[in-house]
């Protein structure tokens, strides 16, 4: 069974900062693997996602994941954070075979973005 | 190109009572899942339905089911709603299993 453990259930920096998201997988098979953010009373927007293709990804506001399969991670990074970019982010991975339709989510990191 | 559309926005209800949520999902996908978000158990999958099937479930009582029509729109209904039910329920339609579309979530509120 997938799962996604992502660390830090709260992430702070400073607008300009770097942006570090943690995530790590659990996948008997090849996954799929993506970053939503939810800002508050909204639904999910996809951030970018994995698909087996190149292991950096890079999705929308300058955000980016690496897949390093012998770490089994996919963390989120941006260079230089906005205050727009307040929000709760989530990791999510694929099932497998029948269950492609199946997204398994880590539980969260709010991020805060100070001036 | 139209969003996923959920409907309705926000409803509350009493216990007891039951609800049906509408999903609208984007022209040309025939994949329809649920999921409900709650802070203390996050998001968690309910049901996937495609082509009028029901393809994967999750772990939720039989008091939640849901259905797919030809035109892929979804409906999911909770009978005998309990206070614990009160979540934000979110449908996402997707193409090709690569990528799900969300919507912007029905707010349920029991009381």
């Known amino acids: 069974a997938q799962s996604v453990t992502q660390l830090g259930s709260h992430v702070s920096v400073s607008e300009g900062a770097l942006v570090l998201l943690r995530c790590n997988y659990s996948?008997?098979?090849?996954?799929?693997l993506f970053w939503y953010v939810q800002y508050p009373n909204q639904g999910l927007q996809l951030l970018l996602k994995?698909?087996?293709?190149?292991?950096l990804v890079k999705g929308i506001n300058g955000f980016e994941a690496e897949f390093k399969k012998s770490e089994t991670s996919f963390h989120l990074t941006k260079p230089s954070a906005h205050m727009s970019d307040a929000a709760e982010y989530f990791c999510?991975?694929?099932?497998?075979?029948?269950?492609?339709?199946?997204?398994?989510f880590g539980q969260g990191t709010i991020l805060t973005v100070h001036p | 190109k139209a969003g996923v559309t959920q409907t309705p926005r926000y409803l509350i209800k009493t216990r007891g009572q039951q609800v049906t949520l509408s999903c609208s999902p984007i022209s040309g996908h025939r994949s329809v899942s649920w999921y409900q978000q709650t802070p203390g158990q996050g998001l968690q999958f309910l049901f996937e339905?495609?082509?009028?099937?029901?393809?994967n479930k999750g772990n939720f009582p039989g008091r939640f089911s849901g259905r797919q029509f030809s035109n892929s729109r979804s409906e999911m209904n909770v009978s005998t709603l309990e206070l614990g039910d009160s979540a934000l329920y979110l449908c996402a339609s997707s193409l090709d299993d690569r990528e799900a579309f969300f919507g912007q979530g029905t707010r349920l509120t029991v009381v």
């Open positions: 996948s008997s098979v090849p996954p799929y």
């Open positions: 339905y495609f082509s009028e099937t029901q393809r």
């Open positions: 994995y698909t087996s293709a190149a292991t």
């Open positions: 999510a991975v694929t099932g497998s075979g029948t269950s492609y339709g199946k997204l398994t």
